[in-house]
């Protein structure tokens, strides 16, 4: 597991930060925009982050 910076899409209502989650992988680069948005965190990746 691996943090990286947090970023959001359009998209979607919440921010990613970890690069094994696989809904965050799935989001093409230029769909990407950095930081969290002031959206809430993927599930997923405060799953995997541990929190």
């Given at each position: 597991?691996?943090?990286?910076?947090?970023?959001?899409?359009k998209?979607?209502?919440?921010?990613?930060?970890?690069?094994?989650?696989?809904?965050?992988?799935?989001?093409?680069?230029?769909?990407?925009?950095?930081?969290?948005g002031?959206?809430?965190?993927?599930?997923?990746?405060?799953?995997?982050?541990?929190?």
């Open positions: 597991m691996a943090k990286v910076q947090p970023f959001n899409s998209n979607e209502p919440h921010y990613h930060d970890n690069d094994k989650c696989g809904p965050g992988a799935e989001i093409p680069q230029y769909d990407r925009l950095p930081g969290t002031n959206k809430a965190k993927c599930k997923n990746c405060a799953k995997l982050d541990g929190d």
